[in-house]
T-cell receptor, first 112, second 112 residues
Framework: DVKVTQSSRYLVKRTGEKVFLECVQD?????MFWYRQDPGLGLRLIYF???????EKGDIPEGYSVSREKKERFSLILESASTNQTSMYLC???????????FGPGTRLTVL | RKEVEQDPGPFNVPEGATVAFNCTYS??????FFWYRQDCRKEPKLLMS???SGNEDGRFTAQLNRASQYISLLIRDSKLSDSATYLC?????????????FGTGTQLKVEL
């Protein structure tokens, strides 16, 4: 079974803090993705990566950065957290664009 | 116009009913199509891929209509356990490469 794990299920941070969200997959997938999900807006792509050290902006990259130093790990970084970044963050991986994405359990981030 | 549009629902149906969801997409260059299921406070999981010829998996049937740019999901003999949000996902080929776009989801509630 493909497994995608995320470092935290729930996280509470203060405005201005630097936040790291970690994601690890165990199926040697090329593609990894970070989404945020908000009520009424659905899943929106923040960043994705199709190879180690490669990254591409998604639809809403502002305020975020990513790092992929190893194939299995994709990190999302909030350099200076703001209240409008309170959301559910979902990581996913896939073998290719034509294949299904496997999601991690999500991290519910609250920025106070 | 949204790239992928779904009726948000909720669809409230009695157990045993047949229910159908539609999803429209705007990009005619779209290449692959999926239905995901998301339970409350859980991550999305693939329900089925959608093929040009249509495909069936037990009580679930997916259809693709490229001419009208929509995909559909039919659920027969609804069970209480089918209650969830169903996400339509479209892989589009854009100038920047592939892009997976999620609809905002259709909520289904199956009742006794």
């Amino acid at each position: 079974d493909v497994k995608v794990t995320q470092s935290s299920r729930y996280l509470v941070k203060r405005t201005g803090e630097k936040v790291f969200l970690e994601c690890v997959q165990d199926m040697d997938h090329e593609n990894m993705f970070w989404y945020r999900q908000d009520p009424g807006l659905g899943l929106r792509l923040i960043y994705f990566s199709y190879d180690v050290k490669m990254k591409e902006k998604g639809d809403i990259p502002e305020g975020y950065s990513v790092s992929r130093e190893k194939k299995e790990r994709f990190s999302l970084i909030l350099e200076s957290a703001s209240t409008n970044q309170t959301s559910m963050y979902l990581c996913a991986s896939s073998l290719s664009w034509a294949h299904e994405q496997f999601f991690g359990p999500g991290t519910r981030l609250t920025v106070l | 116009r949204k790239e992928v549009e779904q009726d948000p629902g909720p669809f409230n149906v009695p157990e045993g009913a047949t229910v159908a969801f539609n999803c429209t997409y705007s990009n005619s260059a779209s290449q692959s199509f999926f239905w995901y299921r998301q339970d409350c406070r859980k991550e999305p999981k693939l329900l089925m891929s959608v093929y040009s010829s249509g495909n069936e998996d037990g009580r679930f049937t997916a259809q693709l209509n490229r001419a009208s740019q929509y995909i559909s999901l039919l659920i027969r003999d609804s069970k209480l356990s089918d209650s969830a949000t169903y996400l339509c996902v479209v892989n589009m080929l854009t100038g920047g490469g592939n892009k997976l776009t999620f609809g905002t989801g259709t909520q289904l509630k199956v009742e006794l």
